[in-house]
């Protein structure tokens, strides 16, 4: 069966976010990722790792201003001194947490500014940082993410992503393939996964249900037939990495919403879509 971890900046909304690791851990999960870290002090973090047995498996670099808006700063210019900064504090974080993966989100660009005007200033900035990562035994990851979610994102689709993993080539740069994203934008997840997969250049997985990015069994992707095609793929050598429950409970932040809504997770976890 896949390793499934839990997102705590979307699951558990009903709990103060220090109180959903040992949610997460009540619930099974054995990974824990999250948007960021920042506003809390990493001996705190690692403590409640290690009290509930979980492991730190990914967050994002530091995005630039967020609640102003901004989604990430490798692409954006004049902003070189902000983005090296961040992400050495995120490489600190994660030496802290043990943390082995981290997302480097992009950007977004300006109307009438075409993705061509900014590809070398990316390229520059995801080198420097796949450098600094590499030297502390890191992997980045870059995600493609859809318009409709986040218009204006510099990257949208897989091919894209894995070029720049290619032209770089850095064995500390890989893609973030997020199948809720990728199917919105580009759908044909099972061939996808195919493709990309076997390639070494995809480093994590993220789910959620389309269109509502409720639970996976949710909505119009049918995952079981996906986990199993990861399994198998796994069993070719193709696979060792985690998948992050990136999904927003349908039951929000009603009591014991998240945790009601993991009967998805229970019949993984007992072979079901063997069955079905």
Same mark, same amino acid.
Request: glycine share 10%; proline share 7%; hydrophobic share 40%.
């Given at each position: 069966?896949?390793?499934?971890?839990?997102?705590?900046?979307?699951?558990?909304?009903? @709990?103060?976010?220090?109180?959903?690791?040992?949610?997460?851990?009540?619930?099974?999960?054995?990974?824990?990722?999250?948007?960021?870290?920042?506003?809390?002090?990493?001996?705190?973090?690692?403590?409640?790792?290690?009290?509930?047995?979980?492991?730190?498996?990914?967050?994002?670099?530091?995005?630039?201003?967020?609640?102003?808006?901004?989604?990430?700063?490798?692409?954006?210019?004049? #902003?070189?001194?902000?983005?090296?900064?961040?992400?050495?504090?995120?490489?600190?974080?994660?030496?802290?947490?043990?943390? #082995?993966?981290?997302?480097?989100?992009?950007?977004?660009?300006?109307?009438?500014?075409?993705?061509?005007?900014?590809? +070398?200033? =990316?390229?520059?900035?995801?080198?420097?940082?796949?450098?600094?990562?590499?030297? +502390?035994?890191?992997?980045?990851?870059?995600?493609?993410?859809?318009?409709?979610?986040?218009?204006?994102?510099?990257?949208?689709?897989?091919?894209?992503?894995?070029?720049?993993?290619?032209?770089?080539?850095?064995?500390?740069? @890989?893609?973030?393939?997020?199948?809720?994203?990728?199917?919105?934008?580009?759908?044909?997840?099972?061939?996808?996964?195919?493709?990309?997969?076997?390639?070494?250049?995809?480093?994590?997985?993220?789910?959620?249900?389309?269109?509502?990015?409720?639970?996976?069994?949710?909505?119009?992707?049918?995952?079981?037939?996906?986990?199993?095609?990861?399994?198998?793929?796994?069993?070719?050598?193709? =696979?060792?990495? =985690?998948?992050?429950?990136?999904?927003?409970?349908?039951?929000?932040?009603?009591?014991?919403?998240?945790?009601?809504?993991?009967?998805?997770?229970?019949?993984?976890?007992?072979?079901?879509?063997?069955?079905?």
């Amino acid at each position: 069966m896949p390793r499934f971890a839990a997102n705590l900046s979307l699951m558990y909304p009903e @709990k103060p976010f220090l109180e959903r690791f040992r949610a997460a851990a009540q619930d099974g999960f054995e990974g824990v990722e999250y948007l960021f870290p920042y506003e809390h002090d990493p001996a705190t973090l690692r403590a409640l790792l290690d009290e509930h047995g979980l492991s730190q498996v990914l967050f994002n670099a530091p995005p630039g201003d967020w609640a102003g808006g901004e989604r990430g700063l490798a692409s954006l210019p004049g #902003r070189e001194a902000e983005f090296r900064e961040g992400i050495e504090r995120a490489l600190a974080c994660a030496r802290a947490l043990g943390c #082995r993966r981290l997302h480097v989100m992009s950007g977004l660009l300006p109307a009438g500014v075409r993705r061509e005007q900014r590809l +070398a200033l =990316w390229h520059d900035n995801l080198a420097w940082a796949a450098a600094r990562a590499l030297a +502390a035994g890191c992997t980045l990851l870059i995600e493609p993410i859809n318009q409709r979610d986040m218009p204006g994102y510099f990257l949208s689709r897989q091919q894209d992503a894995h070029d720049a993993v290619q032209a770089l080539g850095s064995p500390a740069l @890989k893609v973030q393939m997020d199948l809720y994203h990728c199917q919105i934008t580009e759908g044909d997840l099972a061939m996808l996964l195919r493709r990309w997969l076997p390639t070494g250049q995809v480093g994590h997985l993220q789910i959620a249900g389309v269109p509502e990015r409720h639970e996976p069994d949710r909505g119009e992707v049918h995952y079981p037939y996906l986990f199993e095609l990861i399994d198998e793929l796994a069993a070719q050598g193709h =696979w060792d990495g =985690w998948i992050g429950c990136e999904y927003r409970p349908a039951r929000g932040g009603k009591p014991l919403g998240t945790s009601s809504g993991l009967t998805w997770l229970h019949r993984e976890r007992a072979g079901g879509r063997r069955r079905g």
